[in-house]
């Protein structure tokens, strides 16, 4: 089998997931780069001259004239700016802080045909936005784009969407290297989620989202395949303009090895609540919903096991919780909050598990359960109706009520929640598992070079072009096949 030699793209919060992958492909060459954290000798910083000055006003004018929506060409832009920082040692973290960056920002707002929200924005909206764009374009200024640097690899493989993938479009632009984009969440979809509440303007909000739709749509174009993790991803990158020929879907891998349990287990009267504690997860909804259970079945007990909370706004939340709990159930018996290190442990400790969210992008939690042989009752948001297919029970989200009756039917029937349980084990060990994952991605890592192999030189000892250095296989005539074709 061939090697093939990996640029992975990485951002902080898919680590464990990269550490997977590497050790679990180790026949492949990985080399990790985290464009959220350079090293300090790679970024080129040197104060422009008149030439310089001018070319990066006319490229930033066009990326800004693409976010105004009054015709500028978005790639050209970013790419012009990319190689004023590659060719010419441009330093545009500076550049994009200086006077110079927001009077073009505010020129490009104000031009005849800018949208509405873009006229909108006035001087400190522009240097607001001026150093939003300077965060999200770092990693053009990096030194990776070089025949010793990612244009060294046979593939890059960025293991999330937005800024973090950015790395490879350069690799793609400059060195011809293809590029493999991953989200098992869309980058777009949180960025919106996230902005929402994000104490910005309307117009810096508006122009910093098309930012972010803009290049998520070049990442798509520029990609050589999309693996989203879930069919609930996959629609989204559709409908921001991904070629659904160019789409595999591929799960997240879970060690299933960590959860074991057998169906049918646990406490007959417990009831289970894991995960991350936030507003999203809605336990508003599952303790009022908690009191119908009561209603009908006195001695039914809820654990709610929270991760440790680390935010303000969890501490906040979980806080109103309690209380809320606290009015709820004055006994205090019926309901208890903990912290528990392993999961499996809270799963196993009770019959049914819950999930109540109403934002929800792949529930990892659902899939623990899953592996652990319980019953679940679940929202229907996000990839959850995927994930459980038929193992599960599954009600609208923030409906109490509903989310109470589904309780109740499995509180009532053992038979039917050790059958359930039973199927959502099997499932999660047939489409969910590491091995799943790893095996997917060594077919993809393949397909790809054979079908967008890098064309390098292969010299010899003596400088001339070294015969026979590139093997037969790896260049495999015709496009990539979309998922599911014959082959």
Request: glycine share 10%; with cysteine; hydrophobic share 45%.
């Amino acid at each position: 089998m061939r090697i093939v030699r990996i640029g992975l793209l990485t951002d902080g919060r898919s680590g464990l997931w990269c550490d997977r992958l590497v050790r679990g492909i180790a026949q492949h060459e990985f080399e990790i780069y985290a464009p959220g954290r350079p090293a300090p000798s790679r970024v080129r910083r040197r104060r422009p001259g008149r030439g310089e000055r001018r070319a990066f006003t006319g490229h930033l004018s066009e990326l800004a004239g693409a976010l105004c929506g009054e015709g500028g060409d978005f790639a050209a832009g970013l790419y012009g700016l990319a190689a004023l920082a590659r060719d010419r040692g441009l330093g545009l973290s500076t550049a994009l802080r200086s006077e110079l960056a927001v009077r073009t920002l505010e020129a490009a707002c104000r031009t005849p045909g800018a949208r509405r929200v873009a006229h909108a924005a006035r001087v400190p909206d522009h240097l607001v936005l001026a150093a939003l764009l300077e965060r999200a374009l770092r990693p053009l200024s990096y030194g990776w784009y070089t025949e010793d640097g990612l244009g060294a690899v046979d593939l890059c493989h960025a293991a999330s969407g937005g800024t973090t993938a950015l790395p490879g479009l350069l690799a793609k632009h400059f060195c011809g290297v293809p590029l493999l984009a991953t989200e098992y969440g869309v980058q777009l979809r949180a960025h919106y989620l996230a902005a929402s509440s994000a104490p910005l303007s309307a117009p810096v909000r508006a122009l910093y989202a098309a930012f972010q739709r803009l290049l998520a749509a070049e990442v798509y174009r520029q990609a050589a395949l999309i693996t989203p993790g879930n069919a609930h991803a996959r629609r989204w990158q559709e409908h921001c303009g991904a070629d659904p020929a160019k789409l595999r879907t591929v799960y997240p891998g879970m060690e299933a090895d960590r959860f074991t349990g057998e169906s049918g287990g646990g406490d007959p009267s417990t009831l289970v609540w894991a995960g991350r504690i936030e507003p999203a997860k809605d336990l508003v909804s599952l303790l009022h919903a908690f009191v119908a259970v009561r209603d009908e079945e006195p001695e039914a007990r809820l654990r709610i096991v929270v991760a440790p909370v680390r935010d303000p706004e969890g501490a906040a939340y979980l806080a109103h919780c309690e209380a809320l709990a606290g009015r709820l159930f004055p006994c205090g018996a019926a309901v208890s909050f903990e912290e528990a290190p392993d999961p499996a442990d809270a799963y196993a400790s009770g019959c049914v598990v819950v999930l109540s969210s109403v934002v929800e992008g792949f529930p990892v939690g659902l899939v623990e359960s899953m592996l652990c042989g319980r019953a679940t009752v679940s929202t229907d948001v996000g990839a959850v109706v995927e994930v459980v297919g038929g193992t599960g029970l599954v009600v609208p989200p923030r409906d109490p009520r509903a989310l109470a009756d589904a309780c109740l039917a499995l509180l009532h029937d053992p038979e039917r929640r050790e059958r359930l349980g039973a199927a959502a084990r099997a499932r999660a060990l047939e489409l969910f598992t590491v091995e799943q994952s790893l095996m997917a991605f060594r077919g993809i890592y393949l397909e790809i070079v054979s079908h967008c192999p890098v064309r390098r030189e292969v010299l010899d000892a003596d400088g001339g072009p070294l015969l026979f250095a590139t093997p037969p296989e790896a260049r495999v005539p015709g496009p990539i096949r979309p998922e599911g074709a014959l082959r």
